[in-house]
């Protein structure tokens, strides 16, 4: 082999090893994305999984949620997706399952977690991040632990409800408590 023909050998040898390194980052950074989203979408049906457990006692269906009321007739209607089998998964669980309905007779219901942010958030007059409604929970409630993005979920579900009020100010974002009126 010549010398010439070693270099060039090497020289492949290098490229082909700088761009499997390079595919080999960037393959670690999906997976690592990935594995956030995963972490956060558990968080999420943790959550879902204690409402569900909140409502196992109601024996009559009307006193359910309306949205719990209307799923499972929804993931009938349609062909089951992934979401329909997430969203749908709490209800048939708190239909079928009467050995957990015994169990969750016995235990204390804390309030939801939607109840506590308005809470928190009708104690000021000026508007409150997110991050600092958690950080607050976390203070007045040790025993809750949830993630900032189910934090910001459900200060979202608030507003969709008309509970709360959204505020940007230029990236921020921003809630406050709406004002009821006393009828």
Known sequence: MTSQSAATL??????????????????QK?????LSVL????????DILTLAERYEGFADASRLPEQ???EPAAAKAKAPTRAA???????????????????????????????????LLGRYEEPRPAKELRDELLKKHPDRN????????????????GRIRRHKEQRSVMYTLVERDSD
């Open 10 to 27: 090497r020289s492949r040898y290098v490229a082909q090893a700088a761009s499997d390194l390079e595919e080999n980052r960037r393959r």
């Open 30 to 34: 999906e997976l690592e994305e990935r």
């Open 39 to 46: 972490k956060q979408e558990e968080a999420l049906l943790a």
């Open 68 to 70: 719990v009321q209307d």
């Open 85 to 119: 089998a997430r969203r749908s998964a709490p209800a048939k669980s708190a239909t079928t399952s009467t050995a957990a309905k015994a169990g969750a007779k016995g235990k204390s219901h804390q309030p939801l977690l939607g109840d506590l942010l308005a809470e």
């Open 146 to 161: 949830p993630t900032p993005q189910v934090v910001r979920n459900t200060l979202e579900s608030l507003v969709a409800k």
